[in-house]
């Protein structure tokens, strides 16, 4: 990889596709460089990183906005980030008590059907109907 990169060989870089660079860029988590008169808009390498970062916290639960707000704070922030990532954690936490909760309900709904085997009324649907 060579010190500047056009737009397709910083999406392929990165691993990701133009479209998201250009979406990255419009929401501001990656700079858009000035368009010469004749030619590509070059991207300085540690664009990759910036993308990638952004990719590895995706896929950690942040949003686009925290991860916005990461990059803002970067890495002199050790504590701030580390309070982040603990309120993150807190509701992942909590979305799996209730996606739990939610499986239940729907364990107890798929029982019912299996006990109740009658061809004329579903448990299931009503419940979801709000009949029972």
């Given at each position: 990889?060579?010190q ?52 590895s ?64 009324h ?11």
């Open positions: 990889m060579g500047s990169l056009t737009i397709g060989y910083l999406a392929r870089a990165a691993n990701v596709n133009i479209e998201t660079v250009r979406y990255y860029q419009r929401i501001g988590l990656i700079m858009e460089p000035v368009k010469p008169s004749s030619g590509y808009r070059i991207y300085p390498p540690e664009t990759v990183a910036r993308i990638k970062f952004v990719k916290a995706q896929a950690l639960g942040f949003s686009l906005q925290e991860i916005a707000e990461l990059l803002d704070l970067g890495s002199g922030h050790c504590h701030d980030v580390r309070l982040r990532a603990e309120q993150k954690r807190t509701h992942i936490d909590q979305q799996i008590k209730d996606l739990t909760s939610l499986r239940s309900t729907l364990d107890n709904l798929i029982q019912s059907c299996q006990v109740d085997a009658d061809k004329i579903c448990p299931i649907i009503e419940t979801l109907a709000g009949q029972q």
